[in-house]
Each structure stands twice: as structure tokens, then as C-alpha cells.
């Protein structure tokens, strides 16, 4: 609902680790923000998804024209699970010779230049998703994408300085399969990343205050924790430019 009523931008997060520059989850609208936020698809050297669903994979075709000046410029990677390329794919036919293609299998390692990408573990959500981890010269980063709560999280993902978690629900609701807050905060708790990012808000979040939730996750863990907001940067290494629009 926050999607469709776009209650909150949908176009997924940039990444810089280092100079590699990843686009990561383009749901609807990240065409749009990547102009509006004056960045260039052109820079982009791969785009992940987690998975299929709309909201993290619906830009992933005209991103990926964007990015290779239309398809006459083939580059860069789209890292992505197996079944947005099959049954109803997500990945359109016709972009894929314009780039390189991998398919996320559990444990997969690559890299881009000098940053490691690994996907420790599948999730448990309706269709194929992978969270990922980032190795690059500031540290370590997770994401975990939708899933269900399960406790080979922690081991999948311990070590990690910094981590990104969506977190779309107070009250778990079976059907859906996602994470509530109280799940996020065991998660955080006992990962015990140096900073921990909250993000995809479904409307139990976001009309509890995420910017609440966050606090009284690092009250019960003493991690600190940020809930994402539309625009924000967050600088690795010089925490003080970081900016909230
Ligand atoms: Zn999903």
C-alpha cells in the first residue's frame, strides 16, 4: 500500500562501495529518482535484485537501458534470482544481451573491481530472494531483504558492519511473510552490526514512527539505528556529511 499510494519512494538504494556503483532493488519510480537525485545511470556497474516482487524489480528494464545508452553501449552486470528470467520474467527479453547476467544461487560469490558480493542464504518470502553482503574498504555491509523471521539469519549474517534491513510490519501477518519490528530488533541485537538502517515501510511502521522504532531498538540493543527516509545519504566514512532530506 505504501508502494501503490507512493506514501514513501519506491525506486530501491544506490550504492558507492568505493568506486563501484550499485543500484539495488529498482522498484517503481527509480528511473525518475536516479535523475532527480542527479545521479547518472550511465555510472551504474550492476543492478541486483533481491527478487521478483514489483516493488523491488519493476524499473529493472528501463534501468538497464538507461545504463547502456539504450543498448547500443552493452555493459555492466544485472545480478539477479533465477526466476525473474523465467515464467512471466521480470527481465524483459530483449535487455538481456545488454548486459552481463547472473543468476543468485545460496553461497554465489562474485565481485565488481575490488568489492566482494556474496549471498549467504536464502530468505522465506513467496518467491526466490537473497539478501547479499558487501565487503569493501570501509567494512562489511548486509542486506536483508523481505523475509520471514528464521534463525539461520544470525549466523548468515554475523560479522557484518553495517546493516540494512526491511522491516514492512508491527504485527506479523502469516500470509505475507515479512519481518515485524520486534524480529528486526532481535535481529540487530544480536548481529550487532555498528550501524543498522531501517527500511520499506509498510503503513503499521510508518504510522508507528519509524524514526521512534529506531529508537527504542537502540535503547533495547545499543546498536544505533537509523530509519531510511526518502533522498538520504548515508557516508560510510564521514558520518557528519551525511544528509536527511
Ligand atoms: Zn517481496
Known amino acids: 500500500m505504501v508502494v501503490l499510494n507512493q506514501l514513501r519512494k519506491s525506486g530501491g538504494f544506490w550504492l ?3 568506486d563501484v556503483n550499485i543500484l539495488h532493488d529498482p522498484g517503481p519510480g527509480s528511473l525518475v529518482m536516479i535523475h532527480q537525485l542527479g545521479l547518472k545511470p550511465k555510472d551504474i556497474d550492476a543492478i541486483i535484485l533481491s527478487h521478483r516482487h514489483i516493488d523491488h524489480s ?12 539504450g543498448g547500443f553501449a552493452p555493459k555492466g552486470r544485472l545480478i539477479a534470482p533465477s526466476d525473474c528470467f523465467v515464467n512471466d520474467p521480470v527481465v524483459l527479453q530483449y535487455v538481456r544481451p545488454f548486459v552481463d547476467i547472473t543468476e543468485i544461487k545460496p553461497g554465489l560469490e562474485t565481485t565488481i573491481k575490488d568489492v566482494r558480493i556474496m549471498f549467504p542464504i536464502e530468505n522465506q518470502h513467496p518467491v526466490e530472494t537473497y539478501g547479499v553482503i558487501y565487503t569493501f574498504s570501509s567494512g562489511r555491509l548486509g542486506y536483508i531483504p523481505d523475509t520471514e523471521y528464521f534463525p539461520e539469519l544470525l549466523q548468515a549474517y554475523s560479522g557484518v558492519d553495517y546493516l540494512i534491513i526491511n522491516v514492512v510490519r508491527m504485527r506479523t501477518d502469516k500470509r505475507i511473510r515479512h519481518l515485524n519490528m520486534e524480529e528486526a530488533a532481535e535481529l540487530i541485537g544480536k548481529i550487532r552490526p555498528k550501524i543498522a538502517i531501517l527500511t520499506h515501510f509498510g503503513l503499521q511502521v510508518l504510522n508507528s514512527s519509524p524514526e521512534y522504532q529506531a529508537k527504542m531498538i537502540l535503547q533495547k540493543t545499543g546498536v544505533e ?3 531510511a527516509s526518502d533522498g538520504m545519504i548515508f557516508d560510510f566514512d564521514n558520518r ?6
Not at 519493476?58 to 545508452?69: I, K, L
Open 240 to 245: 557528519e556529511k551525511n544528509k536527511w532530506f
Open 58 to 69: 519493476n524499473d529493472v528494464n528501463v534501468v538497464t537501458e538507461a545504463m547502456t545508452g
Open 16 to 18: 558507492k562501495l568505493d
Open 225 to 227: 539505528v537509523i530509519a
